[in-house]
């Protein structure tokens, strides 16, 4: 099986046997924590998703703000989670209901695995930086920021947190950037860039951006 996941102009593959955690919170929690923001109210009803492949993890948390994003670290009530394991002997074995029913938080998986990949948090806008995900995580940052960044036009679109950007933000990782390789602490889909993720399960990520998406193929 090849799982593959896009988000903005990035997507990502694995094989089998990979382990997806989606997240999510409660609509009547979400106009609790934003009464008067609508905005901030639908972004906060975003699926985060934690998924683990071998030695490697990624974390998606959609346009989560703060709050909401901490929210779901804390379970506070609201606080919906799944978890799957893409093995046959495991989804078919008769006690599925008896060994899931404690599923793990996403602060647990955070603290046991850490991140390879970080996908920033609302197109990596400054308004949703959270430093609670870095306290969260193990060893305190990914190894990569991926920003799928969008357009900013005027002041009031925001600004790409500078923090993502440098080694506050990740350890570093080796990125092929059309055809060249560079160590960087992010990654981002400005200037028309696709970025493919591949963890293959052993090692660490692969990480390529493009300008030509049929390089990715």
Known sequence: MIAEIRSGGAFFDCQSSARWSPFSLSKTTCDTLYPNDDLKYINATSIVLFLRYGSNSILFPGDMPPEALEALLDEEQGSEKRYTKF??????????????????????????????????????????????LFECMKNGKPRLVVISEKRHRTPQDGKVDSRYQSKDGATGLDVEINGTTERRFSVSTRNNHHILIEFVGTGRPRVYASTDPTRLV
Do not use: K, M
């Open 87 to 132: 093995d046959r002997e495991f989804s078919t074995s008769s006690d599925w209901h008896a060994t899931t029913g404690n599923q793990p938080s996403l602060r647990s998986l955070l603290g046991s695995y850490g991140l390879s990949i970080l996908v920033a948090p609302h197109h990596g806008l400054e308004s949703c930086y959270s430093p609670y």
